[in-house]
């Protein structure tokens, strides 16, 4: 049966059709885990708690608050001007002093009933001044009294202390993600640090003979793609990737990683099929692994695997494939190292699709779409050994096994840097 015939009731070309072909043919329906339920037992995948670290603010970037955030300090601390002005006593005119009042200077002398002074934003209050007047909001004369040019209001350009905060008000719950406002809050409230979950170590184990780290692909060899792809991404993802290996198919090398391995999720590049090199499901049986999910019912990557390795530890098995490799990142990686990082899961939203794209007769498809105009646009070279699609992909659109009508809502998958940019992402 040709391609085209197999999947005669959706609109295919012939790039889509042989990738979904060659894609199906091992997998026999019943044999793998559901990809949503794969995503969830990710998610929550055993682990003891991890304790909290203290972590100065200039490293606490994308990581998540372990306890309440409580202000250290009234904000602000003193009664400050909220302007460049002059600080006011009583009604005017007023007698203007001839020294002024600067931001990070000493408590300044009281003003009387009738007097000003220059005043820069953020200066401390002088004791019984009554108001701010804008510097555009008043006039001197050549007798350097001050004028109001518009009504002045008791209080006015003045932020009270405790404004925002008192000492001891909680101003963030513990699991908040840390980004840049926050850390500017706590920094603000008197922090140094903060009481953190640590963030994930991860290790990358690249297995295949077959690869090649420089150069153009010859005599069989191929080029390394997931080497320099994964340990970035899985950084976007919030880990710490603490080691990158090249092992090719030696299983006692894989098995030595393993053993001493000291990362809380290891990730391994192919080797998770059933072949003469494929050394990962024995190397998991040899060191008493528990297996989560073996296999899921996904397109491309329906070889991945979750293991627990040790009590605090989890191995990702990835298909070797590129594209492949990036369904089982989102699918298993991501949900596991959310729950390590101690972040909550994103609502979930979906997009109405620009055009059509066909299902897989019995697993989810994962393709790569750019969001243009609150619509997901399919891309193609979505093949499981193809990487121009998801290149240029701001994300990847949950297909069901029915497949997708131009309009209908899918779930949308986001990429680390589409949201962020790459700079904070990695943070």
Known sequence: MTAHGQYEDVDLDVEEALALVNDSGAHRPGEATPWPQARATAARAPRTPTAPVSVPLDAALGLVLAASLTALTDLPSFDTSAMDGWAVAGPGPWHVRPEGVLAGHAEPAPLTDGEAVRIATGARIPQDATAVLRSEHGRTDD?????????????????????????????LPPGTH??????????????????????????????????????????????????????????????????????????????????????DLIVTTGGTAAGPVDHVH???????????????????????????????????????????????????AEPLLRTLAGRPAPEPYTLPLQEAVHGHPYDTRLIPVMLREDRAVPLHYNGPAMLRGIAVA????????????????????????????????LA
């Open 143 to 171: 007798k350097d009294r001050l004028h109001a040019t518009r009504d002045v209001v008791h209080g006015q350009d003045i932020r009270p202390r405790g404004q925002e905060c008192r000492s001891g008000d909680a101003l």
């Open 178 to 263: 840390i980004t840049p406002p926050v850390l500017g809050l706590a920094a603000a409230a008197g922090y140094d640090t903060v009481s953190a979950v640590p963030r994930p170590r991860a290790e990358v184990l690249v297995l295949g003979d077959e690869l090649l780290t420089e150069g153009l692909p010859h005599e069989g060899l191929i080029r390394d793609a997931l080497g320099p792809m994964l340990p970035p991404w899985l950084r976007g993802l919030g880990a710490d990737v603490i080691a990158v290996r090249r092992l090719g198919d030696d299983a006692e090398a894989l098995h030595k990683a393993l053993q001493h391995s000291e990362a």
């Open 282 to 332: 024995p190397t998991l049986r040899r060191i008493g692994a528990q297996l989560l999910v073996n296999g899921v019912k996904v397109r491309p990557g329906h070889p991945m695997l979750l293991a627990r390795t040790k009590r605090n530890q989890h191995l990702v098995g990835l298909p070797g494939n590129p594209l492949a490799a990036v369904s089982g990142l989102l699918t298993l």
């Open 394 to 425: 701001d994300a990847l659109a949950v297909v069901p096994p029915s497949g997708g009508r131009p309009g209908q809502e899918l779930e949308i998958l986001e990429l680390p840097w589409a949201m962020a940019g790459m700079g904070a992402g």
